[in-house]
């Protein structure tokens, strides 16, 4: 059974950091690419970014690019957002996603639970 479990979601002030983590099992971790995506509340889940299966390349979307950072490590099975400069309209639940082909990775097939993020002003 595939699962895929986020962590180090919680709150903080505006301009502070967080790192979310997204452990993976039941799945040949690295053959997959994996994905970020959040949602927001009243709003639409929206893709944040992904890592290729090899972490060779990412893909943030442009209110990400400067201040997230994606990065994996294929022997710990895990995908990192680290998350800088965070604003009030990061809060969101965010979720990990894996999706064996990259052209699939907005549609990914696997899905993890959600971490809650909350910045304050």
């Known amino acids: 059974q595939v699962q895929l479990v986020e962590s180090g979601g919680g709150l903080v002030q505006a301009g502070g950091s967080l790192r979310l983590s997204c452990a993976a099992s039941?799945?040949?971790?690295?053959?997959?690419?994996v994905g970020w995506f959040r949602q927001a509340p009243g709003k639409e889940r929206e893709f944040v970014g992904a890592i290729s299966k090899s972490g060779g390349s990412t893909d943030l979307t442009d209110s990400a690019k400067g201040r997230f950072t994606i990065s994996r490590d294929n022997a710990k099975s895990t995908v990192y957002l680290q998350m800088n400069n965070l604003k009030p309209e990061d809060t969101a639940v965010y979720f990990c996603?894996?999706?064996?082909?990259?052209?699939?990775?907005?549609?990914?097939?696997?899905w993890g639970q959600g971490t809650q993020v909350t910045v304050s002003s």
């Open positions: 039941g799945l040949v971790f690295s053959v997959y690419n």
């Open positions: 996603a894996a999706s064996y082909l990259w052209s699939g990775i907005r549609t990914p097939a696997y």
